[in-house]
């Protein structure tokens, strides 16, 4: 061969190499395509995780050679980690296979055995589930907070018949707030036997489900239908009672009082201007909406805050006629605090976002509104004392006009009628203080529970909180705090599940964005049967395992292809780095469960260790041009 050859071919491969040291990453060069990360090609030896596993031999189904192995001696259940999420504790994965299977109304006593809101959560939940829902390493998560919707929404009422509501017990529980921190409790406590009064200062009972978010989110019927099931275990509830004080109200009688007034006071910012004309306090707008008073808007708004309650603000605003609509935060874009969802259906509508905003004051016209000075923030933190440190970009003064100015930077409690009672302790005068596990403050028989404890939190984490102070109130009035009942019929046996569904997430339906702005009608819309039935199935059904009695390959025949690991529902196969085997004879190739396992004295790659998984660099990226964004 002559040197020409060799001469030609090394400059070839200089010329690709160089060219590849200028191409732009793959991230950029395909801005609107899905990137994936293969999880074959990792590594020269298979770890076996035996936490995720199920034995649900889909790796053994999926192996071209054959070579797995595995003997499974008996079924189980586990907590799946969407139901580890939810701060109720609702059976997901229980509730999603009753829907697969056509029977919404036994979904619903699943989830009727944790919460006594499942209409409020089905459309307005924050739902943690999905974050953790295994699905989302696949594809996306189940949309379970939907198909809670879609299942209440065909509910014929079989959890009735399991509910049981046991004798009087003689004893008085004072309950001040009706939001859904304390009609959670009252509606235990009224199951348990005991008497259990609700107090309420506004003129309906709901709280913030009431007063807090926005009719287009959570119509009004649909509240109060689930308040009228909560008055029919004997629950009373006093609208238009605001309790001053806790002394006086502790005079009247009663064994327990729990505090769960939430935080009905929004926070306004100390910035010069504050006091202008045109701004408005979050709390204060959505009350005043949701009560029918009159509120002046003007056509160019800006809101201050990331949240869902700032968008709920922003959109708000577009309905009582502003034009044009901004939500300024201190947050980056993917860092902000309100959900995806809400995000999304936001700039539908029309809402322009400001990220990493700062705010320095407040300008005016003849005493009324005409802008905020913002800054653009690079960084921000907190130090050990809370206080916040802002690294702010150099000459990047500018100000975002408006007419109206919307604080919505947070919410905290009233605690006027705690004051002067020595014996509770307050978190920095903005919450009460409490012991997590019980709900009890420092004064005897006095609990709390809701965003009076956490601050401004979610509605499924105020029944959580509820449920919580049922069970401590029941104990401290001589019961055994058992609140929990079995409402849904026993499930047949069923499998874990060994083929993923292929279809993608879907979205329910909801007006178009420029019909929907003109009035506070219900922005989404249900699930159809088929539709829901066809989600439901795309659960993994993580809460069904068996207990793998023997997990064995043959490396004397693994070529690997990595099949095994790509085809695993549970991700419970890594490929991890090792030294190449040396051996001869064939069975000592043959590895069991004990071999498979990951040990510190192996040299693997970090990528078969899920927990620190997310900060290495993705190695190999498949584009999915089926799922090109149009």
Known sequence: MRFERYGTGMAKGMSVTISHLFRKPITTQYPEERLTVSRRIRGNELIWDEERCCGCYTCAKSCPQGVIHIRTVEDGMVTAPCAQACPAGINVPAYNRFIAEGKPAAAVAVIREKIPFPVVCGRICNHPCETECVRANYDDAVSIRVLKRFAIEHDTGLWKINSKIAPSTGKRVAIVGAGPGGLTTAYYLAKLGHSATVFEALPEPGGMMRYGIPEYRLP????????????????????????????????QGFDAVLLAFGAHQGIKLPLPGADLEGVIINATLLRDVRLGKEVKMGKRVVVLGGGNVAFDCARTALRLGATNVAVACLEARDKMLSTPDEIMEGEEEGIIIHPSHTFTKIVGDDGHVSGIECLDVRSFGFDKEGKLKLDTIKDSEHILPADTIIFAVGQVPELVMIEGVSDIKTVRRRTIEVDSATMVTGKEGVFAAGDVVSGTASVVKAIAGGRQAAISIDKYLGGEGIIDETLAPPEEKMLPQTEVAKWERVRPPAPLPGERIKNFTEVELGLSEETAVKEAERCLRCDLTFVVDKFEVDMGYCIFCGLCVESCPHYALFMAYAYERAKYRRQELVFNKEDLLLSDEKQSSGYARPKIEVTLPQQTLLLDRDRVKK
Do not use: P
């Open 220 to 251: 009004t019927e649909a509240l109060a239908a689930e308040i009228e099931e909560i008055k029919a275990v004997g629950v009373e509830i006093k609208t238009n009672s605001r309790i001053e004080s806790l002394d006086k109200l502790l005079e």
